[in-house]
Structure formats: structure tokens, C-alpha cells
């Protein structure tokens, strides 16, 4: 066993998530590298989504509650004028609307009522479980579930570029936040519906993407 090369204090990771990857695959990849069983992760970033997901290992794993707390920082792409029963790409396209009417103007405006606290609705298509089930297994059946909203923080939310019917945004929010929450309220706010394109998430509290490593880096890392 690798063991002996943890330190007994344990160890923080900052991993940068491939693309169609789940947060647990990174775990289960790592454990199989690292030939550790104590590890976990910091908060889930969806499949679709890349970039900063902060792992525990050993001892640090008793941490984990408190990086889950810290603010996040994100990076993202949303579409106007289509909308998928997940928000984003991972389920198909069940509606279409005409964005040719909206001005950058019109786009602006909006962002003001996403800014600070909101009441938030989180997606279906969400690990948040409802009588011991995951909510997504109960979408995927086609059960409608009612999700009570609930209370998060725009720290920032700042549209950076508008290219229609795209729209790139930058957003540092709360525990909790949910960002294709963000897309689809917009997306409705405007009447044309959304879907988030790309999600980076770029920080958590003071860990930066900048520092993180892709599993690929960090697998060839160790095997060296």
C-alpha cells in the first residue's frame, strides 16, 4: 500500500473535473490511484460542468462539511430561447423560443433581480432527496416533484459578454446555489427560457482553479 506516503494529517486535493464526468467518478478514480478508501469530495459539480472540485483524503475528510460552506466562483454560457427539462445538456430540448425581439438592454435589466439574496427553486434533475431518493431518479420517471425554494446569495452576478442568443456570465455565490436555477429564472424572467451551455467553476472560498490538477496530471504524477 501507498499509505505511507499520506501525511497522518491527511490531504486536500484541488482537482479540476473532466467533462461528462460525475464528482464520484473522480472519487472512485482516485481511490483506485491513491490506493486510499477515506476519501470524499466538497461539493458536486453536475457532469456537464468542469473545473475546481476540492477532495479530502484521510483525516481531512472531517472537513468536509467546511469547504462545503465557502462562497463559489463560476464561469459560464447560457442559451436563451431554448430550455431542457435539466437546464442544461444532459437531458433534450422541450422547447423553442423567438429571442430576435431582445436587446442587450433587455438582458442587463434582468440582472439586478438576480443579485443578493433570492428565494431559489432547485432543479428537478438535482441529487436533493425527497423521502430517502434522490429527486433525479423520481424526473427521470416522469413523477413531478414540488421543490420548496429556498434562500441563497448572489454575491455577483455579471453578465460579461452577449453574443444572442448566448450569454456569458460570471457569478460568486453562496453554499446552496443552484446555477441552472439561475438559467431557467432568467431564461423566464425574459419569456424565451434558458439553458446553461458551460459551467466552470473557477474557485471555492480561497482555492483557486488555477491550482488544481486533472486526474490525468495527478495519475502520472504518482505512477512517476
Known sequence: SDMHTFPEEGVVLLIDKDYQWTSFDVIRKLRKILKIKKIGHAGTLDPLATGLLIVCCGKKTKEIQQFMAL?????????????????????TFDSESD???????????????FTGM????PPVYSAIKIDGSPVYKKARKGIDVELEPRSVEAKLFEITEIDLPEIH????????????????????????GAYL?????????EFRLDDAKTIEQLGSEIIA
Open 71 to 91: 462562497e463559489k466562483e463560476y464561469t459560464g454560457t447560457m442559451v436563451l430561447g431554448k430550455t431542457t427539462p435539466s437546464f442544461d445538456l444532459e437531458t
Open 99 to 113: 429571442t430576435s425581439h431582445l436587446a442587450p438592454g433587455d438582458i442587463m435589466n434582468v440582472v439586478p433581480h
Open 118 to 121: 433570492l428565494q431559489q427553486i
Open 169 to 192: 456570465f460570471r457569478l460568486v455565490c453562496s453554499k446552496g446555489f443552484y446555477v441552472r436555477s439561475l438559467v431557467r429564472d432568467v431564461g423566464n424572467t425574459l419569456g424565451v
Open 197 to 205: 451551455k458551460t459551467l466552470v467553476r473557477t474557485r471555492i472560498g
